[in-house]
C-alpha cells in the first residue's frame, strides 16, 4: 500500500468508507479549543488512527505506544524547568571517586551551579554523579535509563522529582540534546564516544541548534587530544569532514575555562531559528555597520544569495519583550562549521552597536519574512 502524506490521511479514510474528521475534530475542540497546535495534534491522532487500522504488528503498536508516552512525559516534567539554562555532562559511569576527573567533573558541577545552570546528565555515577555532586539537587537533572538489571541512580537525584526514566535510548537521547544549551564532554567508554560523535554529527548536519560543545579533560590529560588527532589526520586528511566541523568543540582543562567557553558562546547570540527558507541568528545587541560590511563578505559563502540583513526581531513565537535583534540569511546550511566562526564573529564587544539601531530597508524586511 502507497504511503500517505498527513495532509491526505482523511482522505486516505474517507477512501476505506470512514469519515473521521468531523469525529477527530469535534474530540480536539472539546479537550484543546484554542490550541494554536490544533493542526498538529489532529495529524498525530490520525497518524495513529491509520496504524490501528492497518493493523499490521503489535511489536510495532507497543514501540509506538511506548514512545509517545515516554515522550509525551518527559515533555510534561520538563516543563516544570523550562527557562532555566541547562548544560549536558557525558563522562564515564566507570570513573572512581579518588581520581583526579571525578574531582575535576564535581567542580564542573558546582561551577555551573553558581552561574545558575543545571547540570543534565544521565543520572548514574562516576562522571555523572560527580557533576551531580558538585550542583546539588536544585541544579541537577537526571535521565537515567531503565535496564533488565539492577540501576541505581546517583545519591544526589535518587528518588527526587529531578531523576526521569527512559525505556529507549533514543529518547533519552533526544531530551540530552533538546534540553541542552551547551554540552560539556568529559573522557568516558564506548557510551562516551558514541554520545560525543552523535552530537557532533546532529550539529555537523544542521539537525540539532548549534550551541557549545566543550571537550574537558584534566590537566595534562590526552583523552581528547588523542580522539582529535584521529579525526584530523584520518578523518579531516580524507576529506570526509570539512576543516571547519572542528570549529563546532573546543578544548578546555578546568571547569573555569568550560564555563567562559559557554559564557563567551551567548555573549551576544540568543538562538537560530528558520523562517521558512531564511536563517536567522538573534542576537542581543544589533551589529555596527562594519561588522556588517565585514560580515558581507568574509562569510559569503554560507549565504546563497542578496546577502545579510539585520533587523529587530518580530517576536513571531518568542517573548519579544527581550527586544532581540536578528541577523537574516539564505544559509546553504552545509558548513555548520562556518556558522560557528560567524556566532564568534557576532559575540565580540567590538562589533556591537551600542545605540538604537537604524531604521531597516525594506529589503531586509521581506527577506527575513
Known amino acids: 500500500m502507497p504511503d500517505q502524506s498527513s495532509d491526505s490521511l482523511p482522505l486516505y479514510f474517507e477512501g476505506q468508507g470512514l469519515d473521521l474528521a468531523q469525529h477527530v475534530d469535534a474530540q480536539l475542540q472539546l479537550v484543546a479549543p484554542d490550541s494554536p497546535n490544533r493542526p498538529l495534534y489532529r495529524e498525530m491522532l490520525f497518524t495513529v488512527l491509520r496504524m490501528a487500522h492497518d493493523d499490521l504488528d503489535r511489536w510495532n503498536a507497543k514501540i509506538m505506544l511506548q514512545a509517545v508516552r515516554e515522550l509525551e512525559k518527559t515533555f510534561r516534567v520538563l516543563q516544570t524547568f523550562k527557562g532555566r539554562r541547562k548544560v549536558t555532562v557525558f563522562g564515564s559511569a566507570r570513573t572512581p571517586v579518588e581520581h583526579p576527573l571525578y574531582a575535576l567533573a564535581r567542580e564542573v558541577g558546582a561551577t555551573l551551579a553558581r552561574a545558575d545552570m543545571m547540570v543534565i546528565t544521565g543520572g548514574g555515577a562516576g562522571i555523572m554523579g560527580a557533576a551531580h555532586e558538585g550542583a546539588g539537587l536544585e541544579h541537577s537533572l537526571g535521565f537515567n535509563i531503565t535496564l533488565p538489571f539492577e540501576q541505581r541512580a546517583n545519591p544526589t537525584i535518587n528518588g527526587s522529582a529531578n531523576l526521569l526514566a527512559f525505556h529507549f535510548f533514543f529518547t533519552r537521547k533526544l531530551f540530552f540534546i533538546k534540553e541542552a544549551d551547551a554540552l560539556v564532554m568529559c573522557p568516558g567508554g564506548f557510551g562516551t564516544l558514541d554520545e560525543a560523535l552523535e552530537v557532533l554529527t546532529l550539529i555537523q548536519t544542521g539537525k540539532s541548534p548549534l550551541v557549545p560543545i566543550v571537550l574537558l579533560d584534566m590537566p595534562g590529560g590526552t583523552y581528547w587530544k588523542s580522539a582529535l588527532e584521529f579525526v584530523h589526520n584520518e578523518l579531516e586528511a ?132
Open 238 to 369: 580524507n576529506q570526509y569532514i570539512l576543516p571547519n566541523d572542528l570549529k563546532l568543540m573546543r578544548f578546555t582543562y578546568s571547569a573555569e575555562e568550560a564555563l567562559a567557553e559557554i559564557n563567551q558562546f551567548y555573549n551576544n547570540f540568543h538562538s537560530t531559528r528558520w523562517l521558512n527558507k531564511t536563517f536567522v541568528v538573534r542576537m542581543k545587541y544589533p551589529l555596527n555597520v562594519h561588522a556588517l560590511a565585514h560580515i558581507q563578505k568574509a562569510f559569503a559563502d554560507i549565504c546563497l544569495s542578496n546577502g545579510f540583513c539585520q533587523s529587530s526581531d518580530d517576536g513571531i513565537d518568542h517573548d519579544a519583550s527581550l527586544n532581540l535583534y536578528r541577523l537574516s540569511f539564505a544559509f546553504s546550511g552545509r558548513n555548520q562549521g562556518r556558522l560557528r566562526e560567524l556566532v564568534d564573529f557576532i559575540n565580540l564587544p567590538q562589533h556591537w552597536e551600542m545605540t538604537d539601531m537604524a531604521a531597516t530597508s525594506a529589503e531586509c524586511e521581506s527577506l527575513a519574512e
